[in-house]
T-cell receptor, first 113, second 113 residues
Framework: DTAVSQTPKYLVTQMGNDKSIKCEQN?????MYWYKQDSKKFLKIMFS???????INETVPNRFSPKSPDKAHLNLHINSLELGDSAVYFC????????????FGEGSWLTVV | AQSVTQLDSQVPVFEEAPVELRCNYS??????LFWYVQYPNQGLQLLLK??????LVKGINGFEAEFNKSQTSFHLRKPSVHISDTAEYFC???????????FGKGTRLSVIA
């Protein structure tokens, strides 16, 4: 069973479209994250939710809106896609606490054309 | 705020040779330190982490790392690499509060037959 699963794995879409990436974890964790990895492999946190509450919201355009319907799910919706949004988006989860291991999904490759 | 510097963006090494991937961090407080590995087209997985105690930490796949507080370093080592170790390696730091995990820019390890 995949611990952190995200769909779709690959997404190619045109500029201006709206798209969503879904994420689910079956590890019983209380904290979920979205990370963005750019073409140079740089990994940066976008959002973090703990028990469905937003606790970290880094400097991200408000076209990006996370939604957590329950502790096991954290979806990412992106409005009005731009070329610069092309990246790999990773969902992750952990138990709250700085020393706890973060478990990552396999990534969603978004290409905006 | 904490930051991480991975001094080498690429490290080529012959199979069965030893390797060291360097990581330095800066933080004004006590930290937790992590090494993650990313195989091609996959998410990140934890290799090892330092929380407290012994400064020599052993991880999966024969990797180990040594925490050196005076040099603010957490270098990753393996005495004999395999082709299958070819991947991107990320050092990360977290303080002991609720600030997010901060990743370095990654080191691409290429093992040559």
């Amino acid at each position: 069973d995949t611990a952190v699963s995200q769909t779709p794995k690959y997404l190619v879409t045109q500029m201006g479209n709206d798209k969503s990436i879904k994420c689910e974890q079956n590890l019983g964790h209380d904290t979920m994250y979205w990370y963005k990895q750019d073409s140079k492999k740089f990994l940066k946190i976008m959002f973090s939710y703990n028990n469905k509450e937003l606790i970290i919201n880094e400097t991200v355009p408000n076209r990006f809106s996370p939604k957590s319907p329950d502790k096991a799910h954290l979806n990412l919706h992106i409005n009005s896609l731009e070329l610069g949004d092309s990246a790999v988006y990773f969902c992750a989860s952990s138990q709250q606490g700085a020393g706890n291991t973060i478990y990552f999904g396999e990534g969603s490759w978004l290409t905006v054309v | 705020a904490q930051s991480v510097t991975q001094l080498d963006s690429q490290v080529p090494v012959f199979e069965e040779a030893p390797v060291e991937l360097r990581c330095n961090y800066s933080s004004s407080v006590s930290v937790y330190l992590f090494w993650y590995v990313q195989y091609p087209n996959q998410g990140l997985q934890l290799l090892l982490k330092y929380l407290s105690g012994s400064t020599l930490v052993k991880g999966i796949n024969g990797f180990e790392a040594e925490f050196n507080k005076s040099q603010t370093s957490f270098h990753l080592r393996k005495p004999s690499v395999h082709i299958s170790d070819t991947a991107e390696y990320f050092c990360a730091v977290s303080d002991k509060g609720n600030t997010p995990l901060v990743f370095g820019k990654g080191t691409r390890l290429s093992v040559i037959a």
